[in-house]
């Protein structure tokens, strides 16, 4: 791996298909943060903890943040997307395929967002660098059963933990807080929403930047026909880069998601926010710290839907749940088989 930036620069001057694959990761990177981060403050604005303005600089300080911090302390998740699948071939080839991959997981969540969905971009991550590796080697050997096991097993933990967590703490709060006048109560909880929106943000850069920095070294090693090692060290600039682009793609927004979220799927009063906010982090946090790849927006969505439905199945609107279940679902076919077409496509250019 190159470690300083003047060596990383030489290689990608020498090698266009480095480059390719590179600039193809720093797209997908900031895609994540023009549709993925303002999942994290989406509740804020529907509830009137913050404007959407406030909203969205807060997603960018955290995720900044988030990066940065979770970085320097472990690169495991980093590494679930270096052995997610095994790239063989020659280098022009397993470039080429990356860069199919990555571009897959560029479209994917990029049309999704236009439209509103809030789909996982850590899965069309996963799904479109398997489906380029399934391409390259014609069969699923590539593919990393337990890998694929350790990122499925991280869905079903986090939304579980965002949905139940987000309905009860939903339901204390309705039992503890009964004789409370609501309306002197709503400033506590909006103040205590924005410290969970804060959290959910920073534990996105977290999770996502370093997805994308493990993408990156995943290029280098095949640049160089080296084989990844059990473990990596990160590289500073590496860990600046994708800060700093995170950060930018967030700037640029993602309202379409965030009226989806925060406005469309459930009708929530500030404590209904402050119970989403903080089971999503509280989920977030513990797969973090345990080293699980896992969906931002899933888990915030899950938490969404959780403090809706403590109000009764009435208070979730169902068709935007419905649409939201079936862009999760058509996420790991549907951006595997993109990534897939592109590769061939990528080879035979």
Not at 38 to 62: D, E, F, Y
Not at 193 to 211: E, M, N, R
Not at 309 to 320: I, K, P, Q
Request: some cysteine; proline content about 3%; glycine content about 10%.
């Amino acid at each position: 791996m190159a470690h300083s930036l003047i060596d990383f620069w030489n290689l990608l001057r020498g090698s266009p298909a480095l480059a390719a694959a590179v600039l193809a990761v720093v797209a997908a990177m900031f895609v994540n943060g023009w549709t993925d981060a303002p999942n994290a403050v989406a509740s804020c604005p529907a509830t009137r903890a913050l404007s959407p303005k406030q909203a969205l600089g807060l997603a960018v300080v955290m995720n900044f943040f988030g990066v940065l911090a979770m970085s320097f302390v472990s690169s495991t998740i980093a590494m679930s997307v270096i052995r997610i699948a095994d790239f063989g071939g020659n280098t022009a080839e397993t470039l080429s395929a990356l860069a199919a991959g990555m571009t897959a997981a560029v479209l994917w969540p990029a049309a999704a967002g236009l439209i509103g969905l809030p789909v996982s971009k850590s899965h069309a991550l996963f799904s479109g660098i398997t489906g380029a590796a399934v391409a390259l080697e014609g069969n699923f050997t590539a593919v990393s059963g337990g890998e694929w096991g350790r990122l499925l097993a991280g869905m079903l933990l986090s939304v579980a933990v965002g949905f139940g967590g987000s309905y009860l703490i939903a339901r204390v709060t309705e039992i503890c807080c009964r004789r409370v006048d609501r309306l002197a109560s709503a400033s506590f909880f909006r103040g205590a929403q924005i410290c969970g929106s804060a959290a959910i943000a920073f534990l996105h850069g977290a999770q996502d930047g370093q997805k994308y920095m493990g993408a990156v070294m995943l290029a280098v090693f095949l640049s160089q026909g080296t084989v990844p090692p059990e473990r990596a060290t990160l590289p500073v600039w590496l860990i600046i880069l994708t800060s700093l682009v995170i950060a930018a793609g967030t700037s640029f927004g993602g309202w379409r998601i965030v009226r989806s979220l925060g406005f469309q799927l459930a009708r929530m009063e500030p404590y209904h926010g402050f119970a989403a906010d903080t089971a999503a982090a509280l989920s977030l946090l513990f797969s973090t710290l345990a080293g699980y790849p896992v969906s931002t927006t899933h888990t915030k969505t899950a938490a969404i839907m959780g403090a809706g439905l403590s109000r009764g199945v009435l208070a979730l609107n169902w068709r935007v749940v419905l649409r939201i279940l079936s862009a999760w679902l058509l996420t790991f076919p549907g951006c595997g088989l993109v990534g897939f077409v592109l590769a061939l496509v990528f080879r035979m250019i």
